[in-house]
């Protein structure tokens, strides 16, 4: 909720503290799928961003400016604005297994799954002769989050998945 809040406040140029979001609330919000990592921060994120924008353009239309300044003289709202925008992600094709099979048809009929993360992971480990006694010394873990739009929650979803990473 924070990082949408984030994202409408940063595209409609208007105080954090001034949006509200609604969520899990089943008649108001549209199933936007898994919420695993940080997925919906891309999915929910992009739909909040284009709804934003759609949102001042209304408004811009009928002379308000949501930066704190009065609507034009004259022009007041006399019944809510809605607006509706539902995000898309680009199609993409699953990753081949060998380098043979990298001849994909195309991306038609993957709609659900895309790239948004990339990540790796290295463990130095110490292991007794005989194959007992595993013990990791070090994990080492780096990630190309792009912009990050919450650090702290991109923190938790780092170490998360360094811990996720540990006990595999």
């Keep these: 909720d924070t990082t949408m809040a984030q994202i409408a406040a940063e595209v ?24 695993t990592a940080s997925r919906q921060t891309f999915i929910s994120g992009n739909a909040v961003a284009g709804a934003a ?6 408004l811009a239309a009928r002379g308000v400016n949501l930066n704190g300044e009065n ?3 004259g022009t007041t709202l006399t019944e809510p604005v809605r607006v509706e925008y539902r995000y898309r992600p680009p199609a993409t094709v699953h990753l081949p297994e060998e380098i043979n099979d990298a001849e994909a048809p195309g991306p038609d009929g993957f709609p659900i799954h895309f790239s948004y993360c990339f990540t790796t992971m290295a463990a130095v480990i ?14 080492i873990t780096a990630q190309d989050v792009g912009r990050a739009v919450h650090p702290q929650n991109v923190l938790g979803q780092t170490e ?9």
């Design 12 to 35: 409609l140029e208007h105080p954090f503290d001034r949006v509200r979001v609604v969520s899990s609330d089943t008649d108001r919000c549209p199933d936007a799928g898994m919420t």
């Design 126 to 139: 110490e292991v007794n002769p005989d194959g007992s006694g595993l013990k990791v010394r070090k994990l």
């Design 160 to 168: 998360g998945a360094a811990v996720m990473g540990y006990g595999y």
């Design 71 to 73: 609507p034009a003289e």
């Design 53 to 58: 924008r759609e949102l001042r353009a209304q």
